[in-house]
């Protein structure tokens, strides 16, 4: 089931995400959705400081991706121009999911970067404007749940 929240305020959403972050460990991949200046970047922003991200959480966009060193390392990246960007090297990408980080993904309609294997795909939060600063945040957790116990 997918969490709705209504937020009125930039640190309403970085407190939502870092409430997700609490369950975030190495290899997880949270894909983060909406539209321009929905607050993509603030949620991950929130999620990088609860995994202990002490510098500047800036939008990567002309980077693609860029890395923290948090309590563990954290890859946050952008694909909104990654159709301009043809000639990236897909193995950089792969490096930047690699299974020893917490990774976060702005605009993840645009492509599935090589490396980003879905079962990895903890999360997926929806953004959407409601008009001034109020925010629908939608969180639904995609983890792949625990196999049953065995009898
Ligand atoms: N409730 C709110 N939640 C999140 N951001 C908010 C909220 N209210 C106002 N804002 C403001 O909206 C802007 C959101 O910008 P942000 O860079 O996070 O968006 P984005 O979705 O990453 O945009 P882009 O598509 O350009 O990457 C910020 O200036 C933030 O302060
Ligand atoms: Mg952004």
Redesign the pocket.
């Known amino acids: 089931m997918p969490t709705t929240t209504e937020?009125?305020?930039?640190e309403?959403?970085e407190a939502l995400a870092a409430q997700l972050a609490e369950h975030l460990r190495p290899g997880d991949v949270v894909l983060v959705s909406?539209?321009?200046?929905?607050?993509?970047?603030?949620?991950?922003?929130g999620a990088c400081r609860a995994l202990g991200v002490a510098g500047a959480v800036t939008?990567p966009?002309f980077t693609i991706a860029r890395r923290y060193d948090g309590d563990v390392p954290v890859s946050h990246l952008?694909l909104?121009r990654l159709g301009d960007l043809a000639d990236e090297d897909p193995a950089l990408l792969a490096d930047e999911l690699g299974p020893d980080r917490v990774a976060f993904v702005?605009?993840p309609e645009v492509g599935t970067p090589a490396g980003l294997d879905p079962e990895r795909v903890v999360a997926q939060v929806r953004?959407e404007h409601r008009g001034?600063?109020?925010?629908l945040?939608v969180v639904r957790d995609t983890r792949p749940s625990a196999p049953p116990a065995q009898p």
Do not use: M, Q
């Open positions: 937020t009125t305020a930039p309403e959403t909406g539209e321009l200046g929905a607050g993509k970047t603030t949620f991950v922003r939008s966009t952008d909104y702005e605009w953004l001034g600063d109020r925010r945040v």
